[in-house]
């Protein structure tokens, strides 16, 4: 769009807009899991940054629990594989989080092959109805349930699984993902879904009524466009650093992070942030940037790089971050208890690092897991997270003449049988293309799976 530039933020701005984010330090509670795996003595700083909801004067925690990754009992993620929620280690994470000043819950009928909500019902139950802030989603992806009937059923379900009689927070999940603005209007227009959430935000069984997008950016901005009579209340977006600038540079249907945060604080709309590491790739970063954050900060994990820079935009209300381990929980709670905002020169750092990173070619990939299941039983994620894994490692290589290459070759072809069992590889693709077009990111996945295929043959036919 033509007018995307003249919202940008400049460097300048960025922080001329950064409000004084501070609270006073006091000792908050160590979380103990009683488990080999318990870190022990990860207590936070201080307490923790909160931001308030001018709409309804909620004072929301800077970090929210995005509740997509429960742990499995595998100790996984239970979005992987048929392994089923770890409960206990759910109510042990919510409650370490609540001990910590976290109050915002996000989930959805459409996590953990649905059986989010009902593990996040559980765990919330333990505590007080008025200590936090639930999230979910009107998940109506599945043209099954676009009807009326199907989706006020789904939306009464969530009620339901998560013991509530009502919700803080509902999105519209997943809008401008699919078929764009053909797709949204079947799931909330045609059926009057909007119109009776709008009603049921009137009742007061919704108290924040907003929606989360993915996708064609004309849906975007015709919800934006209606504000004045919808008056969202929030709105989800995916915000990184690598994606500030440069999200439509890996995919042109993309739509920069710049732009969606500006088009909300120019109505002043809370910006709810969901893959603030896109899906790790911030955290597994390749190792000349493991180095320069390293360097520039010893002390500080990578993750809490991507962290302070979606924390430190003053139109954010949370940040979601799917921990699946307490250690996850506990570097998050170390970066927001409390907040250290960027300093001008961190952000230009972070640009700067966002436009080295853009020299790999890494597929986009976020392990969301949409394009899951493969009719033909391929593990789509694993596949394409191995071969960015590889990359980030410098064991991608061009020819058997490289120094490398022997090393590389070795990494690529037994971590590749090691991740991925080999019925579940890329050359079991037949190219239906069931996947792609739920794939937030737009990747072109028939033709990624493809091309690692055809490399993982060049690899096994090359003695080197």
């Given at each position: 769009?033509?007018?995307?530039?003249?919202?940008?933020?400049?460097?300048?701005?960025?922080?001329?807009?950064m409000?004084?984010?501070?609270?006073?330090?006091?000792?908050?509670?160590?979380?103990?899991?009683?488990?080999?795996?318990?870190?022990?003595?990860?207590?936070?700083?201080?307490?923790?940054?909160?931001?308030?909801?001018?709409?309804?004067?909620?004072?929301?925690?800077?970090?929210?629990?995005?509740?997509?990754?429960?742990?499995?009992?595998?100790?996984?993620?239970?979005?992987?594989?048929?392994?089923?929620?770890?409960?206990?280690?759910?109510?042990?994470?919510?409650?370490?989080a609540?001990?910590?000043?976290?109050?915002?819950f996000?989930?959805?009928?459409?996590?953990?092959?649905?059986?989010?909500?009902?593990?996040?019902?559980?765990?919330?139950?333990?505590?007080?109805?008025?200590?936090?802030?639930?999230?979910?989603?009107?998940?109506?992806?599945?043209?099954?349930?676009?009807?009326?009937?199907?989706?006020?059923?789904m939306?009464?379900?969530?009620?339901?699984?998560?013991?509530?009689?009502?919700?803080?927070?509902?999105?519209?999940?997943?809008?401008?993902?699919?078929?764009?603005?053909e797709?949204?209007?079947?799931?909330?227009?045609?059926?009057?879904?909007?119109?009776?959430?709008?009603?049921?935000?009137?009742?007061?069984?919704?108290?924040?009524?907003?929606?989360?997008?993915?996708?064609?950016?004309?849906?975007?901005?015709?919800?934006?466009?209606?504000?004045?009579?919808?008056?969202?209340?929030?709105?989800?977006?995916?915000?990184?650093?690598?994606?500030?600038?440069?999200?439509?540079?890996?995919n042109?249907?993309?739509?920069?992070?710049?732009?969606?945060?500006?088009?909300?604080?120019?109505?002043?709309?809370?910006?709810?942030v969901?893959?603030?590491?896109?899906?790790?790739?911030?955290?597994?970063?390749?190792?000349?940037?493991?180095?320069?954050?390293?360097?520039?900060?010893?002390?500080?994990?990578?993750?809490?790089?991507?962290?302070?820079?979606?924390?430190?935009?003053?139109?954010?209300?949370?940040?979601?971050?799917?921990?699946?381990?307490?250690?996850?929980?506990?570097?998050?709670l170390?970066?927001?208890?409390?907040?250290?905002?960027?300093?001008?020169?961190?952000?230009t750092?972070?640009?700067?690092?966002?436009?080295?990173?853009?020299?790999?070619?890494?597929?986009?990939?976020?392990?969301?897991?949409?394009?899951?299941?493969?009719?033909?039983?391929?593990d789509?994620?694993?596949?394409?997270?191995?071969?960015?894994?590889?990359?980030?490692?410098?064991?991608?290589?061009?020819?058997?003449?490289?120094?490398?290459?022997?090393?590389?070759?070795?990494?690529?072809?037994?971590?590749?049988?090691?991740?991925?069992?080999?019925?579940?590889?890329?050359?079991?693709?037949?190219?239906?293309?069931?996947?792609?077009?739920?794939?937030?990111?737009?990747?072109?996945?028939?033709?990624?799976?493809?091309?690692?295929?055809?490399?993982?043959?060049?690899?096994?036919?090359?003695?080197?």
């Amino acid at each position: 769009m033509n007018n995307h530039d003249k919202t940008r933020l400049s460097r300048r701005n960025f922080l001329k807009t950064m409000g004084a984010i501070g609270v006073a330090a006091t000792g908050l509670p160590a979380c103990s899991n009683g488990r080999e795996t318990d870190t022990g003595n990860a207590a936070p700083a201080g307490e923790m940054t909160y931001r308030t909801n001018p709409s309804t004067g909620d004072r929301v925690s800077l970090l929210g629990f995005g509740m997509m990754r429960l742990p499995s009992v595998g100790g996984r993620s239970a979005r992987e594989g048929n392994e089923e929620i770890d409960q206990e280690m759910v109510n042990e994470l919510v409650d370490c989080a609540i001990a910590n000043g976290v109050n915002y819950f996000d989930t959805s009928p459409a996590y953990c092959r649905g059986k989010s909500e009902h593990a996040t019902g559980i765990a919330l139950s333990h505590h007080p109805r008025d200590s936090y802030f639930i999230a979910t989603k009107l998940s109506n992806f599945a043209p099954s349930t676009w009807s009326r009937e199907a989706s006020i059923a789904m939306y009464h379900n969530s009620m339901k699984e998560l013991q509530v009689d009502y919700l803080d927070y509902l999105l519209l999940h997943g809008v401008g993902m699919g078929g764009g603005m053909e797709e949204f209007e079947n799931r909330y227009m045609k059926n009057g879904i909007l119109d009776f959430l709008l009603e049921e935000r009137k009742e007061g069984r919704i108290r924040n009524l907003g929606f989360s997008y993915h996708g064609d950016v004309r849906v975007f901005d015709y919800l934006l466009s209606r504000h004045d009579e919808y008056k969202w209340d929030f709105v989800q977006i995916q915000l990184n650093y690598l994606d500030w600038k440069y999200a439509k540079q890996i995919n042109p249907m993309n739509t920069d992070a710049e732009y969606l945060y500006n088009e909300l604080v120019k109505r002043n709309i809370p910006a709810i942030v969901m893959e603030p590491l896109l899906g790790g790739r911030l955290s597994n970063v390749p190792s000349t940037i493991f180095a320069r954050l390293k360097q520039r900060e010893p002390e500080l994990s990578v993750a809490s790089w991507a962290f302070r820079f979606a924390g430190s935009l003053p139109g954010v209300h949370t940040v979601l971050s799917g921990m699946t381990r307490m250690e996850h929980l506990q570097d998050n709670l170390r970066t927001y208890s409390p907040l250290k905002p960027l300093t001008e020169d961190d952000f230009t750092f972070l640009q700067e690092t966002a436009t080295l990173m853009m020299s790999f070619d890494t597929i986009p990939c976020n392990d969301c897991k949409y394009c899951m299941p493969c009719p033909y039983g391929l593990d789509i994620p694993a596949i394409l997270l191995h071969y960015n894994k590889c990359l980030n490692e410098g064991n991608i290589t061009g020819n058997a003449n490289d120094e490398n290459y022997r090393k590389a070759r070795r990494a690529f072809l037994v971590g590749y049988d090691r991740n991925v069992p080999k019925l579940r590889q890329a050359n079991h693709c037949i190219g239906c293309n069931q996947c792609s077009p739920h794939c937030p990111q737009r990747i072109d996945i028939p033709a990624e799976l493809h091309r690692i295929d055809a490399y993982a043959e060049r690899l096994k036919q090359e003695i080197g």
